[in-house]
């Protein structure tokens, strides 16, 4: 059975940044499609779409995030990561890993992936 496990979220000033890693077990990562959320605890908001990744390399972004996060994926590690700089506080999140091995939808729609992590979380102060 295909497992995530998120790791890497914290608290940082704004400015800051954090790098976020998904590590897939359970199968070979090569041939998925993976992605990050993110999700404002206690908010009611949906979970949103933040970046995504083809295996082959890929990615789309969500508007917000297209100049200061990178997603990048070690295919031999099979592992996902999402480098975020210049954090600001609306980054402030439940960051989620997830991944799909058929695409029926747009790659930053939840609905997309059947495969999802625990979540860590980001948090950024000013």
């Known amino acids: 059975e295909v497992q995530l496990v998120e790791s890497g979220g914290g608290s940082v000033q704004v400015g800051g940044l954090l790098r976020l890693s998904c590590a897939l077990s359970?199968?070979?990562?090569?041939?998925?499609?993976m992605a990050w959320f993110r999700q404002p605890p206690g908010t009611g908001k949906e979970r949103e779409g933040v970046a995504a990744m083809t295996d082959d390399g890929h990615t789309t972004y969500a508007g917000s995030v297209e100049s200061r996060f990178t997603i990048s994926r070690d295919t031999a590690e099979n592992t996902l990561i999402l480098q975020m700089d210049n954090l600001q506080p609306e980054d402030s999140a439940i960051y989620y890993c997830?991944?799909?091995?058929?695409?029926?939808?747009?790659?930053?729609?939840?609905?997309?992936?059947?495969?999802w992590g625990q979540g860590t979380q980001v948090t950024v102060s000013s």
């Open positions: 359970g199968s070979t990562s090569k041939g998925f499609f």
């Open positions: 997830a991944a799909a091995m058929i695409m029926r939808r747009y790659y930053l729609d939840p609905l997309a992936y059947n495969y």
